[in-house]
């Protein structure tokens, strides 16, 4: 039990993807403009890293040690996660018309998120249990959903802030990111 | 054959990955149509809550349209014969704040109205009938037309077009089917402390 906090807590705050590992920059960037789409990228990034982690640990424990194609984890784990992204939009569309109003358009995004690419790789390199792959998943969506939706809450408030006019925009939002980086390493050394 | 493919890289990493793609575009392709949706569902609701009128009043050229944009993100308060009703319900459902009724759309009416065609007047210019967006007045040309007030939605769009002003608004009559109780009003003396206080006072 300790174990899986001890996971968690690591990805969440000391081994943040976005922040320490820089993985996932690219919606961490572009979705954050606003707090609402920051919470919507969150919840269905949350919903299907835990879920592309545990199919990439399935694929590789089952289908790829057994047969020693281990050098073929990249491909079939972006296989992987191109139809774990794509059913699961199938499904929430069918299932829950609201929530796909407020996901629908992140999903397909999620797709090139380097994070989910990252976290399965990340599973494989370190020799992670069943559980402890979905725990790493799932800790890994938890802190990229943070740090997301901390960075918009940032960026709402410097739309309005007076930023000299060459630091307007992307520019001030590269800085911010760095400061928060700088802070997220005080957390190194936790676990 | 997993004694060939484990010696054999190269057919191995083929059948690995080519069975994986099978699998995988097989469940895709079951998704595709178990999870088959139909329209927008979400769209279907909305239009269900509308009141069916086909009035225009909204700007859009009926209830179902009108729905659509709901759904793509237009305001929800511009029904007038809805009134505030339906923005409650569509506000419940799509779980936004209610907003009051746009006034620019025109407002609540308190009565349910029906259209009445006097037909002593009516010239037969079937200008009413191409307007009504229920089919609800009968006639042809140089004809006498009427309304068929079972159909009528009392949406007011067949007043505009008569050359001779012959169309009037009408309450609808109360029949057996739908008669109920008038509400008590919200400022009578309902309860024995009301009548306390308004002697007091």
Known sequence: M????????????????????????????????????????????????????????LVHTWILVPLQLEFLRTISFILVIAVVVQFAKMFIEKTSPLLYRVLGVFLPLITTNCAVLGVALQNTTKAHTFFESSVYGFGAALGFSLVLILFSAMRERLAVADVPAPFKGAAIGMITAGLM?????????LV | MLEFLSQHALPAALVALGGLALVFGAVLGFAAVRFKVEGDPIVEQLDALLPQTQCGQCGY????????????????????????????????????????????????QAVQKVALIREAEC??????IQACPVDAILGAAKQMHTVIADECTGCDLCVEPCPVDCIDMVARETTLKDWQWELPSPNGNLIATDRVQGAAA
């Open chain 1, 2 to 57: 300790t174990d899986f906090l001890v996971i968690l807590l690591s990805t969440i705050l000391v081994n943040n993807f976005v922040l320490v590992q820089f993985l996932g920059l690219c919606p961490f960037m572009g979705v954050s403009n606003k707090l609402e789409t920051a919470i919507g990228m969150g919840g269905a990034t949350t919903f299907v890293l835990t879920l592309a982690s545990i199919c990439s640990y």
């Open chain 2, 61 to 108: 050229p009926g209830c179902r349209p009108y729905a659509q944009a709901i759904a793509n993100g237009d305001a929800i308060n511009k029904c007038p014969p809805g009134g505030q009703t339906t923005i409650n319900a569509i506000a419940g459902l799509l779980d936004v704040e209610a907003p009051e009724l746009d006034a620019e759309h025109g407002e609540e």
């Open chain 2, 123 to 128: 010239i037969g210019c079937t200008k009413c």
């Open chain 1, 181 to 189: 980086s700088l802070a997220f390493m005080g957390f190194s050394g």
